[in-house]
T-cell receptor, first 111, second 112 residues
Framework: GDSVTQMEGPVTLSEEAFLTINCTYT??????LFWYVQYPGEGLQLLLK?????DKGSNKGFEATYRKETTSFHLEKGSVQVSDSAVYFC??????????FGTGTSLTVIP | DTAVSQTPKYLVTQMGNDKSIKCEQN?????MYWYKQDSKKFLKIMFS???????INETVPNRFSPKSPDKAHLNLHINSLELGDSAVYFC???????????FGSGTRLTVV
């Protein structure tokens, strides 16, 4: 079935470090792909999305490119800040309304 | 104006009690969901409604009963609460294909 696999956390980085959180997917067709962020004590917020192969989603300095050949949608940021500390979820959606979420990756950025 | 609002934000109750969580969205979306997030942050879908009709009903104990009086509201009633029901419950709404969910801020349920 359709699924998403995220890199295990937790991830701890120093401020201004480069961030990569890996996400790969399994799907029978061509899904839409999403990254969500959950700050402590809050709900999930949509961070970025890509709906077709080679699309790049970007928001708040974060980027992810939909790579069909490697079935991946890795999240990257060039210079993280303390305020980026959160849990990040990769997700996919096929036709229909069900989303499949990864297990989440906790990021802590230290000053 | 909060797009997806849940009440209450916190709920502490004893085993065996019955409780309800309410959700309302003002986005005009047709589809709404309930998700359960455990202590390891794993998200599990519970139910989905499209325009008041139940369309996803995952393997959830029948002590959990969703109700959608109209497409802007989706409530969750839980009977005979158990310790294992302790979790954060999220409501979400969805406008359609290619779009992401909009989540509420969650209800932290603690059963003691």
């Amino acid at each position: 079935g359709d699924s998403v696999t995220q890199m295990e956390g937790p991830v701890t980085l120093s401020e201004e470090a480069f961030l990569t959180i890996n996400c790969t997917y399994t799907a029978t067709g061509y899904p839409s792909l999403f990254w969500y962020v959950q700050y402590p004590g809050e709900g999930l917020q949509l961070l970025l999305k890509a709906t077709k192969a080679d699309d790049k989603g970007s928001n708040k300095g974060f980027e992810a490119t939909y790579r069909k050949e490697t079935t991946s949608f890795h999240l990257e940021k060039g210079s993280v800040q303390v305020s980026d500390s959160a849990v990040y979820f990769c997700a996919l959606s096929m036709t229909g309304n069900q989303f499949y979420f990864g297990t989440g990756t906790s990021l802590t950025v230290i000053p | 104006d909060t797009a997806v609002s849940q009440t209450p934000k916190y709920l502490v109750t004893q085993m065996g009690n019955d409780k309800s969580i309410k959700c309302e969205q003002n986005l005009g979306h047709d589809t709404m969901y309930w998700y359960k997030q455990d202590s390891k942050k794993f998200l599990k879908i519970m139910f989905s409604y499209n325009n008041k009709e139940l369309i996803i009903n995952e393997t959830v104990p029948n002590r959990f009963s969703p109700k959608s009086p109209d497409k802007a509201h989706l409530n969750l009633h839980i009977n005979s609460l158990e310790l294992g029901d302790s979790a954060v419950y999220f409501c979400a709404s969805w406008p359609g294909q290619g779009s992401g969910y909009t989540f509420g801020s969650g209800t932290r349920l603690t059963v003691v």
